[in-house]
């Protein structure tokens, strides 16, 4: 277990992360979600010990052993895969014999046992992540540190890291994993919102999405007239919330009736919908954290 006590980190004059008081290590995937910015390497970076809180302090338990993966590649571009592992494995004190069987194992579990000899540097984005993980994880840590794994990785490849980080938390190593991604809270069994560098909340995903505290309603195909409905919508007291997503316009509401009757009359007046009443996705969740925090139009 790892327990942060009212941690501050600074860099010179800007506060990274403010007053921080929480409990890490649970078994299972913890994930972080915040915007850029919000502090998520700072923590990660904190948790690995590779900075120190400017105030507060981070207590840890005695003898844990750490993975860590960082967000920018780490590995030795001019040396082969294989190569790679086993230098991480000397590094970890696996001797000769250890060393290959854990290595025959994780080509394998990670599908890189092709490409043992290919250059790290060659690899496509996915299976960098992949060797980077399995380089992590050589020594079986009791926790595992990956920040953005899937940053910049294609959707197919990001199903595959997340399928290893799933089998890491499945054989008994917490993970604790920084994503810019919302949809990817579903793989978390808990999820630690950042925002400018305080904890909003820190749930089980089940858990944001029923609290979250308005009904949706999403008006499909609102092309030619979002711009004027947005403007109209955001004046109305009953809206909590009104934002494009792609081609369709989405409204959040308290009082879903009065709003979904309005939508319904100006789709058929305007020829667009249909208009359809919907559970929040991951972007909505989020979103309303941000805004309650005084914050609407931030970026994920
Ligand atoms: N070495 C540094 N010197 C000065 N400011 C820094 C430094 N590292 C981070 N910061 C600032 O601290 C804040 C938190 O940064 P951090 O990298 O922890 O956020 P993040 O959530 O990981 O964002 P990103 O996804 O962009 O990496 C940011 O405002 C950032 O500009």
Redesign the pocket.
Known sequence: MIRFQEVTRR??E?T??KDIGLTLGEAGIHGLI????????????LVAGLIHPTEGKILREKKLRLGYVP?TFAMYEEMGVAENLHFYGQLNGLDRERRQKRIDELLCWTDLDRFADRRAGSLSGGMKQKLAIAAAVMHRPDLLLL??PTNGVDPLSRREVWRLIQTVAREGTRVLV?T?YLDEARHCDRVLL?HR?RVLADEKPQEYRQSFPYRVWIVRDAGGVRGKWLSQLRQESSVAEAYSRGTDLVVWSREAETVGRMLERWAQEEEAGPVETGSPDWEDVFTRYLMEDGEGEEKW
């Open positions: 860099y010179g800007k990274a992360l915040g915007p850029d910015g919000a502090g998520k390497t700072t923590l990660i970076k967000e920040d953005e920084s810019q950042l560098g």
